[in-house]
């Protein structure tokens, strides 16, 4: 019937692009605008509506790793970081190409600042099923004395700050964070980062791939310099620490730290991330490729090497309150998660 009524449904359904890029509420609510009042009532009415939940597909749970580190079992809160995936509308739906669609969960907990969710009432909140896992791959070490590399992209500086939190939080060994994200504007935590840098508790290298506007730790003074800097990707910031990367992975029976070393981000992080390490091993020490290959393989089966995106993980199986926004307006953004203990459970 609406197929019949409306111009976009047609064009939909002959397009040669599968699965359309959008939504079925960005689709409904264009043929809303074509097709005749009397027509919508007929189709959506009611008692009738069956078809619509053929429709639409059942949601999968999505995972986010818990960005804060709490000694209690059952903390009442947590927080996530999330960085919001988006993708371009389909020419079709939005002819001008202006508009970007975004990921259920992602666009739901990280809303886009022109977005109308951001308008709900923070009264709409309801609560959220949410399930809680430890993966026992993604650990930190059981001596706290033991250093640890932690290599992070984008949203994967999430499990990371519990990390440095738990780690802040007892006398441990050294912490060192090498980060890759897009600018300056897009670094998150940048105040209690600094605050661990000062004190000694954190060393930070990042890389910012599209701004110049760098920061350059300084061991001596433990601060963050402002300075120029150009774009650059991680790999180049793990580049210029050679010598303390190859201490890390090299073994203690080697002469070198035994350092527990994490990477957490998306498939091109990874890559970028192993591609400094291993380039920072030969410029260090003058490793052939086949001997930084060995060495890396050691740390990974000597478990010092884990690559995730999990700390502790929750899959939030229902998306329905809108969380508190905790900072500036940004597609990578934190957010504190109330949660009821009578919704959560562990596996
Ligand atoms: C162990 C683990 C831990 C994780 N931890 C975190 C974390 O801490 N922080 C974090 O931000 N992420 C984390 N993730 C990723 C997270 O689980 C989600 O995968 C991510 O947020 C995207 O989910 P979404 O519902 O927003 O996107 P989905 O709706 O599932 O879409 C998936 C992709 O397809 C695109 N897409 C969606 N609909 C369409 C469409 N109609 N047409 C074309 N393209 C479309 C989206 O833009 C997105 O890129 C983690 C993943 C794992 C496995």
Redesign the pocket.
């Known amino acids: 019937m609406l197929q019949r009524s409306s111009d976009i449904v047609e064009k939909v359904l002959a397009s040669d692009e599968w ?1 359309v ?3 079925l509420g960005d689709l409904l609510l264009l043929a809303l605008t074509e097709a005749t009042h009397m027509l919508w009532g007929t189709a959506f009415d009611l008692s009738h509506l069956s078809w619509l939940l053929d429709l639409i597909p059942v949601e999968v749970p ?4 818990i ?1 804060n580190f709490s000694s209690e079992l059952l903390p009442r809160t947590i927080d ?4 919001r ?3 371009n509308l389909s020419s079709i739906i939005d002819p001008s190409q202006n508009t970007k ?7 739901f907990l990280n809303p886009d600042p022109l977005s109308s969710l951001l308008n709900h009432d923070a009264g709409e909140m309801e609560p959220m099923l949410i399930g809680i896992s430890k993966p026992l791959n993604f650990q930190l070490p059981v001596t706290h004395s033991t250093p640890i590399v932690m290599f992070a992209g984008g ?1 994967g500086i ?2 990371f700050r519990s990390f440095w939190q738990a780690r802040a939080a007892q006398t441990s060994g050294r912490n060192i964070l090498f980060l890759g994200v897009q600018s300056r504007e897009k670094l998150l935590y940048e105040e209690e980062i600094r605050d661990l840098v000062r004190q000694g508790k954190l060393e930070l290298h990042v890389a910012f791939s599209r701004d110049r506007n760098g920061l350059q730790y300084n061991p001596s003074t433990k601060r963050m310099d402002q300075k120029s800097i150009e774009p650059r990707f991680i790999d180049a910031a793990i580049i210029e620490q050679a010598r303390t990367v190859y201490d890390m992975i090299m073994p203690k029976r080697s002469g070198g730290h035994g350092g527990y070393l994490y990477v957490c981000g998306s498939v091109s992080v990874y890559e970028t991330v192993m591609h400094g390490i291993r380039k920072a091993m030969y410029n260090c020490r003058n490793v052939t490729k086949s001997q930084a290959e060995e060495l890396v393989s050691i740390a990974f089966s000597e478990r010092r090497f884990m690559l ?3 700390s502790i ?1 929750i899959h939030l199986t229902s998306v329905s309150p809108i969380p508190q926004r905790r900072s500036r307006p940004n597609d990578l953004q934190t957010y504190s998660c109330r949660l009821n203990r009578s919704h959560q459970s562990r596996n």
């Open positions: 699965p890029r959008g939504s999505r995972t986010y790793s960005s996530l970081t999330v960085g995936s988006t993708f669609g975004n990921g259920v969960s992602s666009g949203s999430a499990p995730g995106k999990c993980i």
